[in-house]
């Protein structure tokens, strides 16, 4: 069974950083792209980024460039967010997700995590 | 970056109904689109991809089509399990964007 589970979110000050794990178990992890995606309470989805299943290709949305960093690794089946300079509207439930094809670029996603909030607020 | 427009943004149906959400891409991105269902409280779920495939374990009430700009998805017959928000999804570019939802209530 496909399980990915999201640790490290929490509050935090507008400013400071803070890093998300994803825990992924049931599937080979270094097959796969991954993705982070959040969703601010009561708000719709936002594609936050991905990372290829080799990590070398790595997109952001524009609204997380230069602040954001994903980076995976293969050997603990992990996955990351580091998220610095955090301002209010970075507040969200933030999931981490597998993409649905093998050593693809990026196709959709088939299997979400139960979500990690973040609130950024003084 | 590709913007993603649904609508209606909400809608009222009745059980037994046939539904239509519509997404329009502001640029092509072929079949590249797909659709996933979002109930409060959990994770969203993946319904259609590539357009028009249905994912495995999705009942065949579900359905999608389109390419270029315009897609459709339909459910033939509501079911009281369906009212749900639905998004729409391009990974046509590398900057995925969503549809900002269809939120279907019950009349």
């Known amino acids: 069974e496909v399980q990915l589970v999201e640790s490290g979110g929490g509050l935090v000050q507008p400013g400071r950083s803070l890093r998300l794990s994803c825990a992924a178990s049931g599937f080979t992890f270094h097959d796969y792209a991954m993705h982070w995606v959040r969703q601010a309470p009561g708000k719709g989805l936002e594609w936050v980024s991905r990372i290829s299943w080799n990590g070398i290709k790595i997109d952001y949305a524009d609204s997380v460039k230069g602040r954001f960093t994903i980076s995976r690794d293969n050997a603990k089946s992990s996955l990351y967010l580091q998220m610095n300079s955090l301002r209010a509207e970075d507040t969200a439930f933030y999931y981490c997700a597998r993409d649905t094809k093998p050593n693809s670029s990026g196709t959709s996603i088939d299997y979400w995590g139960q979500g990690t909030l973040v609130t950024v607020s003084s | 970056d590709i913007q993603m427009t649904q609508s209606p943004s909400s809608l009222s149906a009745s059980v037994g109904d046939r539904v239509t959400i519509t997404c329009r891409a502001s640029q092509s991105i072929n079949w590249d689109l797909n659709w996933y269902q979002q109930k409060p409280g959990k994770a969203p779920k993946l319904l259609i991809h590539?357009?028009?495939t249905l994912q495995s374990g999705v009942p065949s009430r579900f359905s999608g089509s389109g390419s270029g700009t315009d897609f459709t998805l339909t459910i033939s017959s509501l079911q009281p399990e369906d009212f749900a928000t639905y998004y729409c999804h391009q990974s046509y570019s590398s900057l995925w964007t969503f549809g900002q939802g269809t939120k279907v209530e019950i009349k």
């Open positions: 590539a357009a028009s």
